[in-house]
């Protein structure tokens, strides 16, 4: 039987064929982040770069609103999963501090949720960081979100 690719991984084929061909990576230009949900900082920058091939190709849709507040402009965007980074969300810069304050605040951080009209993803994110083993088996499922929601059950 044919593997089943989804469709963020499929783009991910995509940007990987294209470097392969020559692509520009555009160069990361700040100090390297510390780890986030079992990705390591390394390999966060990885998926940045890769991200920002995706958009240059125009294999990633361009939002123009934040999926969490939906009412600032999206200026960036929030990957969770970094081994599947072409699941990253656009988010303004508000947001996304507080996506990644979540886990110092995470009774803060629920409070904020419950008053945004935010897409489905953002429920799904959990109030602690995933260990890399946790990580690597979400990385693995069809969809990364609903791995995330089946984690808080």
């Known amino acids: 039987m044919p593997e089943k690719i989804?469709?963020?991984l499929l783009i991910e084929r995509k940007v990987d064929h294209a470097i392969e061909g020559g692509e520009r990576v555009p160069r990361w230009g700040w100090p390297t982040p510390r780890s986030y949900n079992g990705a390591t900082g390394e390999e966060r920058i990885a998926g940045w770069?890769?991200?920002?091939?995706?958009?240059n190709l125009d294999l990633l849709p361009r939002s123009v609103k934040c999926e969490v507040c939906r009412v600032r402009d999206a200026n960036g965007s929030h990957t969770e999963i970094y081994h599947r980074c072409m699941t990253t969300k656009p988010i303004c810069r508000s947001c996304h501090f507080k996506v990644h304050k979540r886990f110092q605040k995470p009774e803060r951080w629920l409070a904020f949720i419950e008053t945004m009209p935010a897409a489905d993803w953002v429920y799904a994110l959990l109030t602690r960081e995933l260990s890399r083993a946790e990580m690597l088996k979400v990385a693995r499922a069809p969809d990364v979100f609903a791995a995330l929601q089946m984690m808080k059950l």
């Open 49 to 55: 770069k890769k991200v920002a091939v995706a958009r």
């Open 6 to 8: 989804t469709p963020d």
